[in-house]
Every structure is written in C-alpha cells, then in structure tokens.
C-alpha cells in the first residue's frame, strides 16, 4: 500500500479534541498572536488528497456554516447511512469500511496522502498500525473532561519524535511517525 | 504564601504517568542517547527544598531499593498512617492536610520551593489553585490505560507555556506556569 495516513489535530494538554457535546470553545477562544497564523494546517492540507472521518466528526463538521474542506474527496467511514446534501454529493462518499479496507480502495483509487480525523477514527488507525504520522498540537489549556485524542488504545504503540515547535500563544505542535505502521 | 510550588512529570504521550499496577517499564525502557542525561531532573532537584506526595507515590517510591530523595524533606499527605521505617523518620512526615494548609504550614516552617508529586496530588493542587509550574515530559509511547496524569479537574484552567525543548531520543519537555495559582 503507497497511501501515507496522517493526523493533524489539537488537543487540550489533558488529552481531549471536544468537550463531551461536541463544543470546541476552549479552542477557539485561545488568544492568537498572529491572525494569519494557521499553526501549518494549510501547508498539511494542501499535501494530502483525501480525508477520513467518521460519523460523529463529519456531522459535527456539518453542523458550521461552511464546509470548510472545497473539494477535497471525504470519505465517512460510518455503519449508519448519514445525510449527504446535494451540494457535498461530488466530494463526500459515505463507506461501512474497517481502516484496512479503506486504506486498500484509496490506494487502489491512486490516491496518495489521506488525512485521518476524529478521535475515534485515529484511534482505530493506529490499533490496526495503519498510521504514518501525527502532529499534535497541544493547547495550553486543562478542560477535565471530553471526548478523548487516544481511545482505547489495546497494546503499546511506539512512536518516532520527529520535531517541535512552539508558537508565541503557547501551542506546541509535534510530529511523530508511528514505528509499527503497516501503511 | 511564598512557596512556590511545582510539578515535574513524565507522561506518555496518551496522558498516563503510570501502569494500572503503578509500573514504569514503559518509560525505564525507553532508549537514553546519552547515559548521563537525566531530563533537566537534577537541576529541577536543586531548586527544591521539600517534596509533597500522596501516599500512593509513597508506597511505590518505597518499594524501590533505594530512597532517592536522600535528606530531601518529604511530606506525604494521607488520611491513612503508612509506615515510616526508622531511617527515614528524619525526613518524611506523615500529615492529613488539604493543599492549602500544607502549603501555609510549609510556608510558616520557611521552605520555599516544593515538588509536588503524583497525579492525584498534582490535580488537587491544580484544582485548588495552588499550582504555579508544570514541567511535564512526554514519552512518545502510547501505553492505552493507567493511571492518569490529570484527574478530576474540576474546571477550565488556562496555562502559560515559557519553553519546550526536545531530546535526541524523543522525549518532549514542556514548561508552564498556571494563571490561576493563589500561591
């Protein structure tokens, strides 16, 4: 398989992505020195070709008032069937797929560098060793409670430090490759 | 209140400072690039001059074969009475004291910098605005269960980042201070 897997994501310095109804305020409420700073996501995303989320972040994604991702291909991996308007018809396929089939269509398809999403998707990646990389970015901020980065993660899972870096707000983002990655 | 009060802790990069059981493998197997680096442990060390643990911490840096503390002045916070062998009598002290009244008694006695030690014990200060730095270290390993580095915080609490710095074998070291430390 030739598809790199990534994830790009924040979390609270407790380890939470959301409070536990979704909200992402602690996030967007954090003071940003720079308003063009993007803290790399725009670089990120412009190497990756597809995104998988699941269910819970693809209606949450839904829920704001744009869908933020153009046209970039998205594929939902979900057992529901979720609501596709017309509009997202052309980008947005939903699929009832573990990670390695999905990973095997994507790579079959020719696509290249897909961006994994969601606590519970990565969380399912990484378990199956089908992660390539994480770039976390921790936000300096305790929240108690929410819904988890890492979720029932079942054995140890080394990871490969690759670099850091801080920015004046307080973020601290790093990038890990995952030693056990079958992708 | 003049002490100043500190965390130092290593954490795996899910959030846990220890096995279930209390086991460290996972961190003592990590690979040293240098044999004689220790973290920026020694110089924290040196600016410490009394330890506060809960016993749970007690009972587990008891179990090692040495005490590493040497003539350290510890505090062990405990509703219960854990035994405290002859030789170490000299330094470790027993109390059933909230983190407000140990820090004013440690306060009256004249100390001025503690090491705040153990998850439970770290969040109750936290969560009591006791709190002034944290300096934690992320492993990068994720271990998927064990006992938490934050534990019931019961509110949002916004942290400073002063300074990150990586090390050769991955480990991640991250400086705070906490806005909302009364101490």
Same mark, same amino acid.
């Given at each position: 398989?030739?598809?790199?897997?990534?994830?790009?994501?924040?979390?609270?310095?407790?380890?939470?992505?959301?409070?536990?109804?979704?909200?992402?305020?602690?996030?967007?409420?954090?003071?940003?020195?720079?308003?063009?700073?993007?803290?790399?996501?725009?670089?990120?995303?412009?190497?990756?070709?597809?995104?998988?989320?699941?269910?819970?972040?693809?209606?949450?994604?839904?829920?704001?008032?744009?869908?933020?991702?153009?046209? *970039?291909?998205?594929?939902? !991996?979900?057992?529901?069937?979720?609501?596709?308007?017309?509009?997202?018809?052309?980008?947005?396929?939903?699929?009832? !797929?573990?990670?390695?089939?999905?990973?095997?269509? !994507?790579?079959?398809?020719?696509?290249?560098?897909?961006?994994?999403?969601?606590?519970?998707?990565?969380?399912?990646? *990484?378990?199956?060793?089908?992660?390539?990389?994480?770039?976390?970015?921790?936000?300096?901020? *305790?929240?108690?409670?929410?819904?988890?980065?890492?979720?029932?993660?079942?054995?140890?899972?080394? !990871?490969?430090?690759?670099?850091?870096?801080?920015?004046?707000?307080?973020?601290?983002?790093?990038?890990?490759?995952?030693?056990?990655?079958?992708?």
């Amino acid at each position: 398989m030739t598809l790199k897997t990534s994830v790009f994501i924040a979390a609270s310095l407790d380890g939470f992505i959301a409070r536990e109804n979704g909200d992402l305020d602690w996030l967007t409420g954090q003071p940003s020195g720079d308003p063009d700073e993007d803290y790399g996501y725009s670089s990120f995303i412009d190497t990756v070709d597809v995104l998988v989320m699941g269910r819970h972040t693809y209606e949450k994604v839904r829920s704001f008032d744009i869908w933020p991702y153009q046209d *970039l291909h998205v594929v939902v !991996l979900s057992t529901q069937k979720p609501e596709v308007p017309d509009e997202l018809k052309k980008n947005v396929e939903v699929r009832n !797929l573990s990670p390695r089939d999905v990973v095997k269509k !994507l790579s079959d398809e020719g696509f290249q560098h897909a961006y994994i999403d969601g606590g519970r998707t990565l969380s399912q990646f *990484l378990n199956a060793g089908l992660l390539d990389e994480l770039i976390i970015t921790r936000i300096p901020v *305790l929240i108690g409670n929410g819904i988890p980065l890492f979720e029932k993660i079942d054995q140890d899972i080394h !990871l490969v430090h690759e670099e850091s870096a801080s920015f004046d707000n307080g973020f601290v983002q790093s990038r890990y490759r995952i030693k056990s990655a079958a992708g």
